[in-house]
């Protein structure tokens, strides 16, 4: 509820991002601006910084969509399991924990305390989305959301994906390959798209497209009307989720001012804090009991060990003999 009734914009990475950033810095006076990890480097290439930042991908390549991060004007929505390199960025940051994920991240939160759960579809865009629901954005815009492959690309030009397919691109392995793949191995198919014809996506957008639709049917907006809209008029077609136009969200009135009064309190809520010296000792009776559990089931996996060279061993001499006579 930290932003209710302001718009947000979501930026997405989809290929469709490329028409909305010419129109990103006014887009900003008129919007809270909540990004995903594929789309800083855009916010960055356009000379601001993003409002708050959703991360929750654990693997390090995930982390090299932030390079050149700094965060003195954004606050960092994460999850515990993102990889540790997201936390070396200069300067200080805001850092919204959201409930993990993962089972190890959710035992060590039951002692320290629980952070809020938060949706998530198998992509950072879905997570980001019910951010934005849960501190009150309305309506919501997402831009870049394309949920296929509009054109046949598969991200706005300069994702670091694409960046790194030309990085390490070879004569008889060039970055076109790499992007075919990308659109070939997960079962493609065309789908109707936003503006009455079709686009190429497949089982992994669908995942998402899913998602979507489930969760806009469990979240009805209020008094009827449309809470979030897609501004991508060439991606794929989401039930209960309809179109808007840059026009119309040019033509929201200035926030900016206020906003930034919102966000310097929100940041000061976000910032570091020392967990208690009582969350701490309980925290290390945690970690020691997990170290014992982990120590014991060491155990029998070096038992088990044991006992399958034992069969082995044993039954060796009717495997050489059962060959002979073969």
């Known amino acids: 509820g ?14 469709s991002l490329d028409e909305l950033l010419p129109h990103l810095r006014r887009l900003r006076e008129r919007m809270l601006i909540v990004a995903v990890d594929t789309s800083h480097r855009f916010c960055l290439r356009e000379g601001l910084e993003p409002d708050l930042l959703v991360s929750v991908d654990p693997q390090y390549w995930n982390t090299r969509h932030l390079d050149w991060l700094r965060l003195e004007r954004t606050i960092l929505v994460c999850e515990s399991a993102v990889n540790p390199r997201l936390f070396h960025a200069p300067g200080e940051m805001a850092v919204y924990f959201v409930s993990s994920f993962f089972p190890l991240g959710q035992l060590l939160e039951r002692t320290i305390g629980e952070r809020g759960a938060v949706g998530a579809g198998g992509s950072v865009s879905t997570t ?16 870049g959301l394309d949920l ?32 075919f793949t990308y659109l070939h191995e997960a079962g493609p198919v065309s789908l109707p798209n936003n503006c009455g014809g079709v686009t190429l996506t497949d089982r992994r957008m669908l995942i998402y497209k899913a998602w979507f639709e489930d969760q806009l049917k469990q979240q ?6 449309h809470a979030s809209f897609n501004l991508s008029a060439h991606g794929l077609r989401v039930e209960g989720l309809p179109t808007a136009s840059l026009a119309e969200c040019l033509e929201l009135p ?7 009064a919102q966000l310097v309190a929100a940041r000061h809520r976000g910032a570091p804090r020392r967990i208690s010296p009582e969350q701490l000792s309980a925290l290390r009776r945690t970690l020691q009991d997990l170290r014992e559990d982990l120590e014991a089931v060491h155990g029998l996996a070096a038992r088990a060990e044991g006992i399958c060279a034992r069969l082995l061993s044993a039954a060796a001499p009717h495997r050489d003999a059962e060959a002979v006579s073969q």
């Open 2 to 15: 930290l932003f209710r009734g302001v718009p947000a914009l979501l930026l997405a990475a989809g290929p």
């Open 128 to 143: 980001a989305w019910d951010v934005a629901r849960l501190v009150g954005a309305a309506p919501i815009y997402l831009a």
């Open 148 to 179: 296929g492959f509009p054109g046949g690309r598969t991200h706005a030009r300069g994702a670091f994906f694409e960046e790194r397919l030309h990085t390490f691109a070879r004569r008889l392995s060039p970055a076109e390959q790499g992007i």
């Open 220 to 225: 009805p907006p209020a008094g009827g009307s």
């Open 254 to 260: 200035v926030i900016r001012p206020p906003l930034e």
